[in-house]
């Protein structure tokens, strides 16, 4: 079946140091990809998505590539902030409806 | 333009009771999906609703069902409450165009807790 596999957290980083967050996945076809993210107390939000190969998501600094020879979707950023600090899901869609598959989450937190 | 809504935010109830949590989607939403978040399995879709009619089911025992009204406002029940339902209920809206990339919005989400 379909599955997401992300990095194992927690992940501490420094202000102004670079992210990178794994993400590979399985999945039959070519789905659609997503990073979510999760602020403490809150539901999820969606940070950015690619939906075909080769495509980048953009969002707030943050960028993923979608990679189908390596099946990933790597998420990025060039300089944290505290205020980056939260969890952040990988997710795919396979039939382009509601259901979407998570990955298990990567919790970051960025210091001063 | 509001959020989607949950109510209620926070509930407590025993082992054997039933519970019913309802979800507001954005307004033109025509799609309401619900997940299951706790720390052990993570997020785990439970269904989805499009136009009154469950469109995707996930592995869930039939104790979780749920419907979805004309106005598009979705609830999910579960009944006979066992100590490993205790989780965070999300739930999420999208315009739900079949065979597009559907943005879906989600709710800040209800916390069950059972005794």
């Known amino acids: 079946g379909n599955s997401v596999t992300q990095m194992e957290g927690p992940v501490t980083l420094s202000e102004e140091a670079f992210l990178t967050i794994n993400c590979t996945y399985t999945?039959?076809?070519?789905?659609?990809l997503f990073w979510y993210v999760q602020y403490p107390g809150e539901g999820l939000q969606l940070l950015l998505k690619a939906t075909k190969a080769d495509d980048k998501g953009s969002n707030k600094g943050f960028e993923a590539t979608y990679r189908k020879e390596t099946t990933s979707f790597h998420l990025e950023k060039g300089s944290v902030q505290v205020s980056d600090s939260a969890v952040y899901f990988c997710a795919l869609s396979s039939s382009n409806t509601g259901k979407l598959i998570f990955g298990q989450g990567t919790t970051l937190q960025v210091k001063p | 333009k509001a959020g989607v809504t949950q109510t209620p935010r926070y509930l407590i109830k025993t082992r054997g009771q039933q519970v019913t949590l309802s979800c507001s989607p954005i307004s033109g939403h025509r799609s309401v999906s619900w997940y299951q978040q706790t720390p052990g399995q993570g997020l785990q879709f439970l269904f989805e609703y499009f136009s009154e009619t469950q469109r995707n089911k996930g592995n869930f025992p039939g104790r979780f069902s749920g419907r979805q009204f004309s106005n598009s406002r979705s609830e999910m029940n579960v009944s006979t409450l066992e100590l490993g339902d205790s989780a965070l209920y999300l739930c999420?809206?999208?315009?739900?165009?079949?065979?597009?990339?559907?943005?879906?919005?989600f709710g800040p989400g209800t916390r069950l807790t059972v005794l």
């Open positions: 999420a809206s999208s315009l739900g165009n079949p065979g597009q990339v559907n943005e879906q919005f």
């Open positions: 999945a039959t076809g070519y789905p659609s």
